[in-house]
Nanobody, 128 residues
Framework: QVQLVESGGGLVQAGGSLRLSCAAS????????MAWFRQTPGKEREFVAA????????DSADSVKGRFSISRNNALNTVFLQMNSLKPEDSAVYYC?????????????????????WGQGTQVTVSP
């Protein structure tokens, strides 16, 4: 098992930047494919970005390409989401997720069903 704790959310003006962190504890962090999702009230959870165990493969949603980047530091047991050029529509609760049971390309990385473990989420609010 792994426990995930997100941090780094907050209030920022449009055009600003935030860096989210997700710290993992429990099983070896390098065992897990990691991802970020986000959710706004009344909507389904939306894929943001995913990264393979060693960080060699990444995917991101079209809506954040060129603005957000996912990275990981296995020595620190942490995955990051660097968010630049933020827009009001990026406002959401951001969750990190982990999958320790499959290969990176054996599942749809954009589906929340592909992940076994979830953090509690961190709120990001972007003001106009």
């Amino acid at each position: 098992q792994v426990q995930l704790v997100e941090s780094g959310g907050g209030l920022v003006q449009a055009g600003g930047s935030l860096r989210l962190s997700c710290a993992a504890s429990g099983r070896a962090f390098s065992d897990f494919i990691m991802a970020w999702f986000r959710q706004t009230p009344g909507k389904e959870r939306e894929f943001v970005a995913a990264i393979s165990r060693r960080g060699s493969d990444v995917d991101s949603a079209d809506s954040v390409k060129g603005r957000f980047s996912i990275s990981r530091n296995n020595a620190l047991n942490t995955v990051f989401l660097q968010m630049n050029s933020l827009k009001p529509e990026d406002s959401a609760v951001y969750y990190c997720a982990a999958d320790g049971s499959s290969n990176y390309y054996s599942k749809n990385r954009k589906s929340e069903n592909s992940y076994e473990y979830w953090g509690q989420g961190t709120q990001v609010t972007v003001s106009p």
